[in-house]
């Protein structure tokens, strides 16, 4: 048995302590420590071994961020230029303990990776509302948002995420989120799993994203990476993506989809996607390369309420039956219909039975060059009228002009008689005084140009 009277007892004991330091930058540099501490009879000797080391940015009690009523705001703006100013990286704590932060904004910093157990921890639950708008976001750290409780609206607009996927869409994260943005990322190919936990997704944007693949492959197979469980989805943008062509089903889930947005991409013809939607109130595909609207393009969409074609120089040609108004009109023609813009288009001649213009409140068709013949005449007519029965709503009808027959061009539509074409023909020179030609143009037989072939007389 050793014998305990040596007088020498060692005893070795680690004990752990975080010690902060708070920097210039208001950053606090952390320092986790180990002190051992050896005693030798009557003597205690102690050390420090630094072992780890984490850069935590406090805000609240800082100049970069304020916290006021329930709004956590570090939105750099315009001083996003000035490293001193903005945030380099997302491991951010709230400095005092009783505020409750709701809406949480990050634009214009610099974060390039979200890692999890980081952002605002200890204060997460509360959250409902996150942007990080304009950062350069590449990477996120899969469950990065699980303990976001409450988020509804999570913005990722104009950052650097190539792909996005179910292990950051989590199945806790998908049990409040309602709001999705990553317009302006570079994102390219979406999986069916995506989007699989996002049952309560009312709004989704996608908008500037310009490979953006929105079919997979499964055993040669197209398949949508709009899955069932988009059903409550209402909003979807896809604006700006360089799309050419849908395929047929790639809504076929989104039952509830309510507006679309479609505009500045490479269609060359109407979607036939969009014939799957008939919750489909407002639809947008303006500024496209479509050349004509053709027979039933629109037909079974019965809630639409505004069809927005502007800017589409394209266009030329609308068929009367467009809108199913050939067909049975209780089934095909949208009732609900009151907007309707082909503002600078390039179409001469707008049927008279497209559609029932007595419920279009708004009409745009102006910057069009017009045909001023009898296919036009129940407009140009109307528009004169005391009480015109469709033209009421129709925006700028003072600055239409007619650009054919050349006899009539830059004619105003509402300088002409009321009684334009009643007899199945015009003479232009009761209209306008022309000395050079004088051209007989009532219905051309095409349909789409205006332009009659048969020519009266020259002076």
């Known amino acids: ?36 501490e050896i005693v030798s009879g009557n003597e205690t000797i102690s050390d420090n071994v630094e072992i780890d080391d984490v850069n935590v940015i406090y805000v609240c009690n800082d100049g970069k961020c304020t916290c006021i009523n329930e709004t956590l705001n570090c939105n750099q703006g315009f001083q996003a230029y000035n490293n001193n100013v903005v945030l380099q990286h997302s491991n951010i704590k709230i400095g005092n303990e009783n505020f409750t932060a709701k809406i949480v904004n990050f634009q214009f910093n610099k974060f390039t990776f979200l890692k999890k157990n980081e952002i605002l921890s200890g204060h997460e639950s509360k959250v409902e509302e996150l942007y990080f708008y304009y950062n350069d976001i590449a990477t996120i750290e899969n469950g990065t948002f699980d303990k976001f409780l409450s988020l509804k609206k999570l913005d990722f607009e104009y950052n650097s995420l190539k792909s996005i996927n179910e292990t ?79 395929d047929e089903n ?23 996607a969009i014939k799957m939607l008939p919750t489909l109130q407002h639809l947008d595909i303006k500024s496209s390369f479509i050349r004509s609207i053709n027979d039933c393009d629109f ?8 069809l927005f074609l502007s800017d589409s120089f394209s266009l030329t040609y609308i068929n ?9 009109h209780s089934t095909t023609l949208p009732p609900k219909l009151n907007e309707l813009s082909l503002h600078n288009c390039n179409i001469s001649i707008l049927p008279e039975k497209l559609l029932d213009w007595k419920n279009i409140l708004l009409f745009d068709i102006s910057t069009n060059p017009l045909s001023c013949n009898c296919s036009m005449a129940w407009l140009i007519n109307d528009i004169n009228a005391t009480s015109p029965l469709y033209a009421n709503g129709t925006l700028y009808k003072n600055k239409l002009v007619c650009h054919y027959p050349r ?6 539509l509402h300088k002409i008689s009321g009684d334009f074409c009643s007899n199945g023909t015009f003479d232009v020179e009761e209209v306008v005084k022309k000395r050079d030609e004088i051209y007989y143009a009532c219905g051309d037989g095409y349909g789409r140009t205006g ?9």
Do not use: W
């Open 250 to 272: 790639v809504f076929i889930n989104l039952r509830s989809l309510q507006k679309l947005i479609l505009s500045n991409n490479l269609f060359t013809f109407v979607p036939k």
């Open 451 to 459: 332009m009659s072939k048969n020519f009266l007389i020259n002076n």
């Open 320 to 328: 009367e039956n467009a809108f199913g108004a050939l067909n049975n």
């Open 168 to 246: 950051i869409l989590t199945k806790q994260l998908g049990s409040t989120l309602m709001e999705l943005d990553f317009s302006g990322n570079k994102i390219q190919n979406l999986s069916t799993n995506t989007f699989k936990y996002c049952t309560k997704l009312t709004s989704l944007n996608f908008q500037r994203n310009k490979k953006i693949n929105l079919v997979a492959k499964i055993n040669g197979i197209n398949v949508t990476v709009f899955p069932e469980a988009l059903e409550n989805l209402k909003y979807l943008n896809l604006a700006s993506c360089n799309l050419k062509e849908f």
């Open 1 to 36: 048995m050793r014998s305990l009277n040596i007088g020498i007892y060692l005893l070795l004991i680690d004990i752990l302590f975080y010690a902060e330091v708070v920097n210039s930058d208001n950053s606090v540099y952390s320092i986790l420590r180990t002190k051992r």
């Open 407 to 412: 006899a009539l061009y830059g004619t105003h």
């Open 299 to 306: 037909c079974n969409l019965p809630n639409l309420q505004t």
